[in-house]
DNA sequence: TTGTAAGCGTTATCAC
DNA sequence: GTGATAACGCTTACAA
């Protein structure tokens, strides 16, 4: 297997003992500019590359972090990892990613490896099955960021999307469009962002005099949308608001295997706003959440933590707007 | 900050010596029964955690593999990524995941930072721009596999699609449909991926005593594509064959743009087989590449390299597979 | 300006 | 069955 050559290595070539070398590596003020020289010249010639992980034993900092989700092939979360991961190369920082796929024991078991690794934080968009792993990192005052979701009376540290606007607005778009029988496709309740997005569905109803009229919680996943429509094809309904734009993808498949159009039928309403929203025909109406930004902002929270510049909880609520598009 | 409790705190705890104690908590068989069961309650009431980094250190191996993609949001690269996990989660590997934005600058810094963090192996689906980082990975006998391009005449650990037969079928398909005049939407031909689709292009149309009717090589991504289409309005085309699926929903779209319906005007065939071929309508006939099959393969290829079980270098070529749908 | 030695958390080797 | 001690690669007092 490959072997490194180390700071020992160099010394040993330039004549000089291993502090020495210590030394020029990190433009230390007192030494000699020859004796450095010979040294960086010793360390080209090896191809000398610095152990990191040698450096964190001694620091106690690794300069990584921990990420995870439920799903990074889920453009929500694809996107949400690009502006994590470019807040973290501005600050030197490598991530280590996992998924859970909804799982809760992954969700522990990824969490446990993470603190192991000793990442200096963690960012998370949990199940929400359960919290205890969660209240587990506030136990020992790990340093982390909720992404996404919203624990209510709790004080953590957390980015997440206004999604009870979000559901008010959906709906609103679709009443204003004269729409009175509405169908929300919702996720499970347990999680926070669902109960939100109906809140709000409920609140604009409500706003026009209408009770909720149906609402279904199914799990994510086209296929589990597709097939939830076709299920209620005798249900009556002239408009959709799906919890996310892939349930709005999958309802536009759905509806058209019989025959209902798109918007002149049903109207239909998505949310994330991801690009594929925008590729499909026609194109979906939904409420957008800007993704790079949470990811950015969830960085910058955890970073905030870290170099201790905060001490208090910090919680982030991004705004977000309807985007009106051709399905509704 | 946090604090870790280490094997020192268990052994004053336990009132034994630190090596005592790392012979229970690794049930190590020279040990009193008694003396493990004090030594695993302390660590127990004491919340220990081990430090993987302290052990990578000591072993040096990290169980860390570094992962380097163009783009992790591109669902291709999303789908390989869970395949790559799966596997890893399988052998008790983390990954570390960065991602290129197609720059080589930033291929050679992953890399970098990737051996300063010492990962035990890389795996990677190079930009191709240059490969001088590659040919230093070679130098260092570093443990890596290339995923998705093949590099010729070379000696490398790799695992990539049979595009040649990618190209042929999806051009062999449009002709049989009747088509002629089959315009091809490329990458960029340094690219070997690009350029082995286009040789099964120009393959396939010479089998039916076609010359190449038209390429054209542009960047990845939707708009790229769109405006490309955009631009050839007044070229004359009865098919299309697109580099990837987002270039044929682009294309899809742009078509919609100046009344041209597909199939009956222009069929297309698009690559790769993400998920949102099919959801999109019509749905998109498409060469399949097993994407999750191709990350845990190059997972496994790196594992036998990292386990010793092989010496020479090992390129698995997947199979691709042709998939009719509407649009061609 | 340079070298020596301790220490980060762990395991392995050797005595006892 | 158990405990010192060295070692992994590096930085940082402290000494010289």
Redesign the interface.
């Known amino acids: 297997?490959?072997k490194?050559v180390t700071i020992k290595d160099i010394a040993i070539r330039a004549g000089v003992s291993i502090n020495t070398v210590s030394r020029a590596l990190n433009n230390k003020p007192d030494i000699n500019p020859q004796t450095k020289q010979k040294v960086l010249q010793a360390a080209k010639e090896l191809?000398y590359?610095?152990?990191?992980?040698?450096l964190?034993?001694k620091n106690?900092i690794?300069k990584?972090i921990g990420v995870v989700f439920e799903d990074?092939?889920n453009?929500f979360y694809?996107?949400v990892?690009?502006g994590i991961?470019y807040c973290a190369r501005k600050y030197g920082y490598?991530?280590?990613?996992?998924?859970t796929e909804r799982d809760y024991i992954n969700e522990i078991k990824a969490i446990?490896?993470l603190?192991?690794?000793?990442v200096d934080g963690i960012i998370i968009s949990p199940t929400q099955f359960d919290s205890d792993d969660i209240s587990y990192l506030v136990s020992?005052?790990?340093?982390f960021v909720i992404l996404g979701v919203h624990f209510e009376n709790s004080q953590l540290d957390e980015v997440y999307s206004d999604d009870f606007k979000g559901g008010y607005l959906a709906t609103k778009h679709l009443l204003d469009k004269g729409r009175k029988k509405i169908l929300m496709i919702n996720g499970y309740m347990y999680k926070s962002v669902a109960k939100m997005r109906y809140q709000g569905y409920v609140k604009a109803m409500k706003e026009y005099g209408l009770k909720p009229y149906h609402m279904v919680e199914i799990e994510e996943g086209?296929e589990s949308c597709f097939n939830k429509i076709s299920e209620l094809k005798d249900l009556d309904y002239d408009a959709i608001f799906c919890f996310n734009d892939v349930f709005a993808?999958?309802a536009?498949?759905a509806l058209?295997t019989f025959g209902k159009t798109v918007p002149e039928d049903v109207s239909i309403v998505g949310y994330d706003d991801i690009?594929?929203a925008s590729?499909?025909?026609p194109t979906i109406t939904t409420v957008k959440i800007d993704k790079f930004q949470e990811g950015m902002i969830a960085f910058e929270i955890l970073q905030e933590r870290l170099s201790?510049k905060r001490d208090k909880p910090k919680q982030i609520v991004l705004d977000v707007e309807l985007i009106v598009r051709e399905s509704a």
């Open positions: 297997m490959k490194f191809g590359i610095r152990d990191l992980n040698a964190s034993l106690g690794t990584t990074s092939s453009p694809a996107e990892f690009k991961e490598q991530i280590i990613l996992m998924n446990k490896t603190i192991e690794k000793r020992m005052n790990y340093p086209y993808i999958a536009l498949k058209r690009s594929y590729f499909v025909h201790e």
